[in-house]
């Protein structure tokens, strides 16, 4: 889990990968070495998160992860 702020997320074990939206913005170059097993342990594509606790998160706020 991560807090951001106040709030408290839960990051998805699910993978980013990306979409077509995404390969028209940044190009297919991109789009393949974000889906590339050798780049995805870095989740380059972002993470997917759920929102555990609501809270208040502002720009300046420092993520912090939480012990599991």
């Given at each position: 889990?991560?807090r ?7 990051v ?6 990306g979409?077509v ?14 889906r590339d097993?050798?780049?995805?342990p ?11 606790q ?10 912090q992860?939480?012990?599991?």
């Amino acid at each position: 889990m991560i807090r951001a702020g106040t709030a408290i997320l839960r990051v998805s074990e699910v993978w980013n990968d990306g979409c077509v939206k995404w390969e028209s913005r940044y190009g297919t170059d991109a789009y393949d070495w974000l889906r590339d097993p050798a780049t995805k342990p870095l989740r380059l594509g972002g993470i997917l998160c759920s929102i555990e606790q609501d809270g208040v998160v502002m720009r300046e706020d420092r993520l912090q992860v939480l012990p599991a």
